[in-house]
């Protein structure tokens, strides 16, 4: 890193920015480069800090694994590794990532559609668990394990009614859902299982909700896991007393500038009693977002700023097709600015005053990125007290579901410089 002391941010910059300052050294230092910046920076040592409390928090006979659909950075992966149970693939392409990239940790692999090629794969390579999604799904894998005469441990993924413990921003079951086997088609799937000697049953497993930010609802949620899982081994007697339900992940990120994010620590020492009450259950964490959101960074240099039709709009080196995160979740997305401490182009007289005029103090205005549709709007409408072309907006809580969930090839645009410290 740069350690010029001509480029440090001053008290008053850090002040005003809860930035990490090697993150604004970091942008300083990059930014120096005479293109203007556009980059996604990682903060491993932060992302360390946050599994490791993470871990620490976490009662006896829980596990938690990593759902890679939120980053799958090989850099990201390779500091979890150390401190989660596994990780958990959403798809095909998903195992043979973490095939290559973490072949010796744990896999669990789930979601609807799975090829019969990805469940061969799975059986063949003997990962942890596959989750089943449909009664046809579990006679695929019923065919191949007598096929291939190779064990597997499945979970059953169950939809259940939920009644009004669900209530964030993104349910994904309670309802008609295309995940899960509901309750009606219980009785049917572990028929399969009891005549599969190859197949073994080790638990549920639940997804239910996403964006989770209330401690009380999704405790709720976990004790309602738990009582269905007990009807069930009181209606089947086939089933094993003791099992491990897959709560999922959905633990909600506040993207706001003061955010208030889901209560980790107060919901596991709340959750050691439920854990303590029920000795016959493992419970096992499958959590994305929740995880990699905080250490991920956004940046975007200003290229140009303008009025139109009476509004001001900032258009930054970038866009919605490198951060689809505000245009997927319909939300401003909480940014700070960082000033720019170099003059870089040596430009004529009247550029130079031009470029002076686009600068705005006090004012509203929306941040756009670089692309041909009004949809590519990072946040609307925003107070600036002082921007000039050529400054830093630095979009916090960008590390997952960001750069892998954005339409990268919209309009052709270079992708961001990638930078893990
Ligand atoms: C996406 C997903 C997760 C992770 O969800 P987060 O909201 O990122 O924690 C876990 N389990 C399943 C089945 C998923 O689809």
């Given amino acids: 890193m740069m350690t010029d002391a001509s480029i440090e941010p001053s008290i008053e910059t850090l002040d005003k ?97 799975k090829l019969i090629e990805d469940l061969n794969q799975a059986i ?3 990962i942890d668990t596959i989750h089943v999604e449909s009664l046809v799904e579990l006679s695929r894998i019923q065919t191949l394990s007598h ?21 964030s921003k993104l349910v994904m079951g309670g309802k008609p859902t295309p995940f899960g086997l509901d309750e009606s088609s219980l009785s049917q799937a572990l028929d399969i299982i009891d005549s599969s000697p190859l ?9 239910l909700m996403s964006h989770q ?4 609802r999704h405790l709720l949620l976990m004790q309602r896991y738990i009582d269905m899982v007990k009807k069930w081994q009181h209606d089947y007697s086939s089933l094993p007393s003791s099992l491990t339900i897959n709560v999922g992940g959905g633990l909600g990120i506040h993207y706001d500038y003061n955010p208030q994010h889901f209560d980790w ?11 303590e009450a029920n000795p016959e259950f493992n419970l096992r964490f499958e959590i994305g977002r929740f995880i990699t959101a905080p250490c991920g960074y956004y940046v975007m240099e200003v290229l140009d700023i303008k009025q139109n039709l009476g509004e001001t709009f900032v258009i930054g080196h970038g866009g919605t097709h490198h951060f689809r995160t505000p245009a997927a ?13 170099t003059i870089k182009t040596i430009e004529t007289e009247h550029q130079e005053s031009l470029t002076d005029k ?15 549709t009004p949809k590519d709007v990072l946040a609307q409408n925003q107070w600036i007290e002082e921007l000039r072309i050529g400054d830093y907006l630095v979009f916090t809580l960008a590390g997952a579901y960001a750069w892998n969930i954005s339409h990268q090839n919209f309009l052709m645009h270079e992708p961001p410089k990638m930078v893990f410290l």
């Fill in 17 to 113: 920015h809860p930035l990490p300052p090697k993150i604004i050294d970091c942008i300083h230092e990059f930014g120096a480069q005479p293109s203007p910046l556009c980059a996604y920076i990682y903060d491993l040592n932060a992302l360390e800090e946050r599994i490791k409390t993470m871990t620490r928090c976490l009662p006896d006979r829980t596990e938690l694994f990593y759902a890679i659909k939120a980053n799958a950075e090989p850099e990201i992966l390779a500091v979890l590794a150390d401190h989660v149970d596994g990780f958990e693939a959403a798809s095909g392409g998903e195992l043979n990532w973490l095939q290559t990239h973490q072949p010796n940790n744990p896999i669990i692999f789930g979601g609807p559609g």
């Fill in 124 to 126: 063949q390579q003997q």
């Fill in 147 to 167: 096929s291939l005469q190779l064990p597997v441990r499945v979970f059953l993924r169950m939809n259940i009614n939920i009644g009004d413990i669900g209530s």
């Fill in 199 to 207: 197949i073994h049953l080790c638990g549920f497993h639940f997804h």
């Fill in 213 to 216: 930010l209330s401690v009380e």
């Fill in 265 to 275: 620590e107060k919901f596991c020492q709340q959750l050691s009693m439920i854990v």
């Fill in 329 to 341: 979740q319909q939300h401003n997305h909480p940014f700070f600015i960082v000033p720019c401490s």
């Fill in 358 to 372: 686009a600068a705005i103090t006090n004012t509203n205005a929306t941040i756009v990125g670089q692309l041909c």
